[in-house]
């Protein structure tokens, strides 16, 4: 049920909280909306900024190569 004896385990939630990307635009555009009660005609330019930035984080292709504690067992079973 546990983990085996003598394996590298990373944890993956540690190293994911590292990148947020579009953190800033996302607080300021939830800042501006909570300033002026939920109106979005007056939050328009923070809007677009958010909007480009999440676009140009998902255009980005990820790597597929899986998580890191695949790889390790990957490599692991080449050792033996």
């Known amino acids: 049920m546990g983990r ?3 394996t590298l385990y990373i944890n993956p939630k540690k190293y994911n909280s590292m ?3 579009c953190m800033k635009e996302m607080i300021s555009f939830l800042s501006c909306l909570s300033i002026n009660q939920m109106s979005e005609e007056k939050c328009v330019r923070n809007k677009e900024l ?3 930035c999440m ?11 899986g998580s890191i ?4 067992q990957r490599l692991s079973k080449g050792r033996k």
Do not use: C, F, I
């Open 55 to 65: 676009d140009a984080k998902t255009n980005k292709k990820r790597n597929s190569w």
């Open 50 to 52: 958010l909007s480009t």
């Open 19 to 21: 990148n947020k990307p």
């Open 69 to 72: 504690n695949y790889q390790l």
């Open 4 to 6: 085996k004896a003598g």
